[in-house]
């Protein structure tokens, strides 16, 4: 046998045997453990994804969009997104991606799966609401169907900071044409400014008056008003917007909003009211008007907030210095005068005082139709 070369092939065999043996051994194991951490991972990611979506009204809202298909066609079209639907079309969120910043959050462009373009918002906190009511008022968003609004396409609620997804808007926001590099130009009259005027107070006075319930928006300026590539106005951002209490009770809320556009007696009070949106469209009326800031940090402490600026320049007789040089030559003295009357009605310190949103998209209206006929 030895001479035949089968002792040596015999031995050679049995080490592979033992090597392979010891080798399965050692690694057999490893390799299970491995797998077994991965699907513990997984389970864990599963359940924490889960239990926030439940957290975050998932469940309820889930049932809202069920009895809403049963009752109409289509469901409304309101989608709720996976966490790695959205990363994937935001590219997980690159840094290239980023349409803009602000108070809430950080706001993405996105590519879904089937070509639609949208923006989606990360937010960075949230506030303690019931997961109830934080459902029924996404999904009442969600059903606001005015050519002026920023549709609200979907949300991913396996996060703990629910993630929103809206209709995607491509000429950036008004409050840049105004201030921006890419500021109003002299082929960008102010008839056009009022036109926008026009279609951002018609959408909120559909919010206050059509919706059901009515919406306050509670975070109305130029930043949130949105143009498309016709200069179509579409407000933006509800994320300090409320559904209009039915509850006196239940009024009082945290204050949100931002500096310069914040309704004094909303200040004071702690109460958001449709009155409320109507001082911050006034500032966005003047802000229209004057193309000046809505405050400055680098001036003397007078001159710091546009409101109080032109407050003092009514009271001299003197507000028309303020007021940007093409709208001077664009409006007639009445037109301005009037305007500035509907302004200083929409900045009274007094909410009961202010008109409503109907009133000033009426009015403003009526502007857009005499100017037509100059």
Same mark, same amino acid.
């Given at each position: 046998?030895?001479?035949?070369?089968?002792?040596?092939?015999?031995?050679?065999?049995?080490?592979?045997?033992?090597?392979?043996?010891?080798?399965?051994?050692?690694?057999?194991?490893?390799?299970?453990?491995?797998?077994?951490?991965?699907?513990?991972?997984?389970? &864990?990611l599963i359940r924490t994804?889960?239990?926030?979506?439940?957290?975050?009204?998932?469940?309820?809202?889930?049932?809202?969009?069920?009895?809403?298909?049963?009752?109409?066609?289509?469901?409304? =079209?309101?989608?709720?997104?996976?966490?790695?639907?959205?990363?994937? @079309?935001?590219?997980?969120?690159?840094?290239?991606?980023?349409?803009?910043? +602000?108070?809430?959050?950080?706001?993405?462009?996105?590519?879904?799966?089937?070509?639609?373009?949208?923006?989606?918002?990360?937010?960075?906190?949230?506030?303690?609401?019931?997961?109830?009511?934080?459902?029924?008022?996404?999904?009442?968003?969600?059903?606001?169907?005015?050519?002026?609004?920023?549709?609200?396409?979907?949300?991913?609620?396996?996060?703990?900071?629910p993630m929103l997804v809206? *209709?995607?808007?491509? !000429?950036?926001?008004?409050?840049?044409?105004?201030?921006?590099?890419?500021?109003?130009?002299?082929?960008?009259?102010?008839?056009?400014?009022?036109?926008? @005027?026009?279609?951002?107070?018609?959408?909120?006075?559909?919010?206050?008056?059509?919706?059901?319930?009515?919406?306050?928006?509670?975070?109305?300026?130029?930043? !949130?008003?949105?143009?498309?590539?016709?200069?179509?106005?579409?407000?933006?951002?509800?994320?300090?917007?409320?559904?209009?209490?039915?509850?006196?009770?239940?009024?009082?809320?945290?204050?949100?909003?931002?500096?310069?556009?914040?309704?004094? *007696?909303?200040?004071?009070?702690?109460?958001?009211?449709?009155?409320?949106?109507?001082?911050?469209? =006034?500032?966005?009326?003047?802000?229209?008007?004057?193309?000046?800031?809505?405050?400055?940090?680098?001036?003397?402490?007078?001159?710091?907030?546009?409101?109080?600026?032109?407050?003092?320049?009514?009271?001299?007789?003197?507000?028309?210095?303020?007021?940007?040089?093409?709208?001077?030559? #664009?409006?007639?003295?009445?037109?301005?005068?009037?305007?500035?009357?509907?302004?200083?009605?929409?900045?009274?310190?007094? +909410?009961?005082? &202010?008109?409503?949103?109907? #009133?000033?998209? *009426?009015?403003?209206?009526?502007?857009?139709?005499?100017?037509?006929?100059?």
């Open positions: 046998m030895t001479e035949n070369g089968c002792l040596p092939k015999d031995n050679f065999t049995l080490a592979l045997k033992v090597v392979t043996g010891v080798s399965v051994g050692v690694f057999l194991p490893f390799f299970m453990s491995f797998w077994l951490y991965l699907g513990l991972q997984k389970r &864990r994804k889960q239990k926030f979506f439940e957290l975050n009204g998932g469940v309820f809202l889930q049932q809202q969009i069920r009895n809403y298909s049963d009752t109409s066609k289509g469901g409304g =079209g309101f989608k709720i997104f996976t966490k790695e639907e959205l990363e994937k @079309a935001t590219n997980n969120f690159a840094a290239g991606r980023v349409l803009g910043h +602000g108070g809430h959050g950080i706001v993405y462009k996105g590519v879904l799966e089937d070509k639609t373009v949208v923006a989606v918002k990360k937010s960075k906190t949230t506030e303690e609401v019931p997961t109830k009511e934080f459902a029924r008022e996404m999904f009442i968003l969600s059903q606001i169907n005015h050519k002026n609004v920023v549709k609200l396409l979907g949300c991913c609620l396996e996060v703990e900071v809206y *209709e995607f808007v491509s !000429n950036g926001t008004l409050y840049h044409y105004i201030h921006g590099s890419r500021g109003l130009d002299s082929d960008t009259g102010f008839n056009t400014c009022l036109r926008i @005027a026009v279609e951002a107070a018609e959408a909120l006075a559909y919010m206050h008056s059509s919706a059901s319930p009515p919406i306050l928006h509670g975070d109305v300026k130029t930043a !949130n008003i949105l143009l498309d590539d016709k200069l179509t106005a579409k407000v933006s951002d509800f994320g300090a917007s409320k559904l209009a209490p039915t509850d006196e009770a239940k009024m009082a809320t945290l204050v949100q909003g931002t500096c310069g556009y914040l309704d004094p *007696e909303y200040l004071m009070t702690c109460r958001l009211t449709d009155k409320s949106d109507v001082y911050s469209f =006034g500032v966005v009326l003047l802000e229209l008007l004057t193309r000046k800031k809505a405050l400055y940090f680098d001036g003397p402490e007078e001159d710091r907030s546009l409101v109080l600026c032109f407050m003092m320049a009514v009271k001299v007789g003197q507000h028309q210095d303020l007021l940007d040089s093409q709208v001077r030559d #664009e409006m007639t003295i009445e037109a301005l005068e009037e305007i500035t009357h509907l302004v200083m009605r929409c900045l009274n310190m007094s +909410g009961e005082e &202010r008109p409503t949103m109907k #009133e000033v998209a *009426e009015r403003l209206e009526m502007h857009v139709r005499k100017q037509m006929h100059i």
